[in-house]
């Protein structure tokens, strides 16, 4: 790639002009190592002039909950708000989610002067590679727009971890579907930063379930003691809530800029990203040869730059072609 093709590349997706951020987005997610080097350029160049307060934000929660929906009503609410908006959906157990996704852009009917990009991901064309491509697509269009949206089905059981991907994580649950002990049992609760109950329009059983989330919260809050994870009532279907989980967001974006919170995080997902990249080209061999998976992780963490300059170093130490 000619530095001019790389400069019109990054000016463009700053601009968010969509066709030159597809023709990125195919750039970065190709996993061959070839691509490599001038995916390290172009992202490095993408973080150096992403604007600090552009956001990103994980939707997550089981199937059927209504996380698409959400997305959304979110998307219009963000939209009217004349602000831009770019979506990663990574679904990995459906080959329709990107058809999915398109009956939500239909919904969505974006004007010609709002900014709005989808990408949707799914497992079958992606390989082991999924949870890398999804972290440098969230790159991408975190360089473009004010918020990315990334859907993800579950938390903590899917490939990628939507809290080493997110600033800020929503947990989408339904009204009695049960979800909510089975999700304390697993400590899930602790990651959110928001709770949201959708298809509040269900009534009296979505209040109980809201009430049974705050209960449970108030007995094991969160890890962090300077935020406490609100847990709203929303319905994507009326509109219900969508201002009410906006502002959540944006006073959670508050927090995380406020504190020591925003860079601990973009540390813990870099390192991920560099863990992901590394075990999926060199395996146990690669991590045995650095002395083994915690080693490396903390090897990772002192390294600096962007994700692919913390895996090449990595690599380059383990004596390894990068
Ligand atoms: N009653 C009600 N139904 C909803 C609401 N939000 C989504 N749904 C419905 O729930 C189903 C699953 O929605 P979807 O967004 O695909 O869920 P996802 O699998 O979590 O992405 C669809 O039939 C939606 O129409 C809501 O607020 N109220
Ligand atoms: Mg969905």
Redesign the pocket.
Known sequence: MTSQKLDALVDGVCRGESALIAETLGRVEDTRPEALPQQRTLLGRLENETVPEHGVVGLT???????????AALIRHWVDEGLSVGMVAVDPTSRRSGG?LLGDRARLRPKPDERVFIRSMATHDQLGGLAPATRAAVVVLRAAFNWTLV?T?GVGQSEVDVETVADSVVL?L?PGSGDTLQFMKAGILEIPDVLVV?????GALAQSTRADLESILSIAPGSRPEWSPPVLG?????GEGVAKLAAALREHRSYLEGSKELSRRRCTSRVAWAMELFSLRYGTYGLERLGGPEATRSLATEISGTALDVFSELATRAGLPA
């Open positions: 929660g089981p199937p059927g909950v209504g996380k698409s929906t959400l997305a999915a859907e089905v989408v339904q959708n298809k509040w329009d269900l929303v319905s994507a279907q009326t």
